[in-house]
């Protein structure tokens, strides 16, 4: 099976209270300065983002987002923002404790069978919906899953999916200093868990049965381990 035909995962998600604290994180922390990102006026909010090096999920990229604080988002209430960025404790706990790994995107062929497969095994991820924002490139286009209360479900450990248009963001990132070794998925319902990822055509990524949670296990340019979330078991 060839890559473009293959789930994968995309990138990871770092929620930051603003998103100059993001970046902040990402250079005292990674030791890296992320690169450009933009803006998503449906949820206003604005990212930078950052390449990894994976030769099993080659267009793989780490995305760092907060909330704009100078948007509104188009996308009118009572509907929520992404991620469960509108989510009280999530915030709550960004302001106490800074940014942090909460969630990750899996790329999908077909967005709208994966869906299909996951309602199946009673998992509503939400509508598609169309996404965009603009680059120095052109529209950056993509189609994602939603869900209306904005829910990440199982504590983050489940993806959001996407399905890009015809250019993908790695595509325009220089660099890949930093490398994806594994990621690591902690749930109580742990079957369940692992029969979503199948039912999306995703392997390789480990699920475990425990508290919800997600790991990232990096290494530096210079061969460093690197760990976002330790304490969820690799």
């Known amino acids: 099976m060839n890559q473009a035909s293959r789930a994968g995962i995309d990138h990871l998600v770092v929620a930051a ?5 993001g970046v902040a994180w ?3 922390t ?6 450009p990102g933009g803006a998503h006026a449906l949820f206003g909010t604005h990212n930078r983002l950052l390449r990894l090096h994976s030769t099993v999920h080659p267009k793989a990229y780490l995305e760092i987002i907060a909330i704009d604080p100078a948007a509104t988002p188009t996308r009118p209430p009572p509907l929520r923002r992404w991620f469960d960025l509108d989510d009280p404790a ?15 995107v899996a790329s999908v062929p077909d967005i709208d069978a994966a869906c299909a497969r996951l309602r199946a095994l009673g998992i509503e991820r ?5 996404a965009s924002r603009p680059t120095p490139q052109g529209l950056l286009r993509w189609r994602i899953t939603v869900r209306d209360d904005g829910q ?14 015809d250019t993908h963001p790695a595509d325009g990132m220089t660099g890949a200093d930093l490398g994806l070794q594994g990621l690591t998925l902690q749930h109580p319902d742990a079957g369940r868990l692992t029969a979503a990822l199948t039912a999306i055509g995703l392997d390789g990524v480990a699920v475990h049965t425990g508290p919800a949670g ?9 061969g460093q381990p690197l760990v976002l979330n330790p304490s969820t078991p690799a």
Request: a negative charge; one cysteine or more.
């Open 17 to 21: 209270p603003s998103l100059a604290e």
């Open 26 to 28: 990402c250079e005292a």
């Open 30 to 35: 990674l030791g890296l300065t992320p690169g």
């Open 90 to 104: 999530l915030r709550e706990r960004l302001r106490r404790e800074g940014p942090q790994l909460i969630h990750w």
């Open 126 to 130: 939400g509508p598609v919906i169309d």
């Open 152 to 165: 990440r479900l199982f504590g983050g450990a489940l993806p959001t999916l996407i399905q890009w248009g």
């Open 214 to 222: 997600l790991r990232a296990d990096l290494t530096t340019a210079d």
